[in-house]
């Protein structure tokens, strides 16, 4: 079961760098914890890395691509959660 509020998805991951590209429905912010859910992922991560146009961010607005690193595969059309104090 999805913990939190879903805030987006993934459209790549890039392996070697394990790095996964997100497409936001809603703001995101650096150290905020995330839930990545698919068909064969289901873990949960704080965010410690995020990149736009190879520069780093602390926030990233609804709307916008964002890269971040994560410790295990995602794939493309995952969805990700952000998980609140209620969860």
Known sequence: MPSGE???EVT???DR???AVLKLTRD????????????NS??????TS????HQPVTEVKAGQEVAVQVKQKVRPGDAVFRITAES
Do not use: N, T
């Open 6 to 8: 879903r805030i987006g």
């Open 17 to 19: 760098a394990s790095v």
């Open 50 to 53: 995020m990149q736009i146009e």
């Open 12 to 14: 790549h991951f890039y």
């Open 42 to 47: 289901d873990f949960e991560q704080a965010i």
């Open 28 to 39: 995101l912010k650096l150290g905020e914890e995330l839930h990545f859910l698919g068909k």
